[in-house]
């Protein structure tokens, strides 16, 4: 959910974020982008010289996260949308810095994500009796990325997965379950933190494609050749690829739905 505020002047605390995006006493969603000038925002001040707009994340549940991949691509979307720019580059502030992101004119928008960090302590994560080691990839935003036979073994996802050491990830974290579709095709289902299962998490997909990466024995930074995956969501397919230097590109598709206004009221 978008929410176009230049100026900074809505209040939004995280109840509020969480009726907005309870889909069913709210309008829905699995997160909401807050659009404030950088200029405007406390959190966005410094970078008001490199990024006009601010995307300021929250996650379903009000809490904030500093990165969401796909709302980047969606953010420029609306900023095209709304007239604040024309397709082609620009730049976005986020919490995890400023994003470069290429609006396509066939539709699609393209996201420089910056580099993934790989970290040694993983964990395991257990459903219904079964158990992975996960990979402990950092995207601005912790994941944690597990390989599975079959998608459906993830379960239900209506609560997050058990995983330890709990320690790994003292601000929480977001859990991808990977299976193979075929040569650098992987398919993938999310249990997003703040927000459960979603239909697709970019950071998630970036994560994903880094991790599998080095599960097939493919370093870009080792080869000097760029490495491109597809990767399918419940939402749809994205590609990604990481160049020599570690930066990742992460393309897809970006629409807007729907448009409206809330009830003051009802807000308050
Ligand atoms: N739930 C995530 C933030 C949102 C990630 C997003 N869906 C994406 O597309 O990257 C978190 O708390 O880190």
Known sequence: MIVPDAENAVDLPPAVVARLCDRRAGIGGDGLLHVVRSAAHPEARHMADEAEWFMDYRNADGSVAEMCGNGVRVFARYLEHAGHVTAGRLAVATRGGVKHVHLDKDGSVTVAMGRAVLAEAG????????????????????????FVEDLDHAGNLFTEPPYEPAAVYPDGVNIEF???????????????????????????ACAVAVATARRDGADPAETGTPVTYTVDVLGGTLVITEHPDGQIDMTGPAVIVAEGTVDPAWLG
């Open 178 to 204: 990977v299976a193979d579709r075929g040569p650098r095709h992987v398919a993938m289902r999310v249990h997003e933190r703040g927000a459960a299962e979603t239909r697709s998490c970019g950071t998630g």
């Open 123 to 146: 964990v395991t994560v257990t459903v219904d009796g079964r158990s992975w080691p996960a990979r402990n990839v950092n995207m601005g935003n912790p994941h944690a990325v597990a």
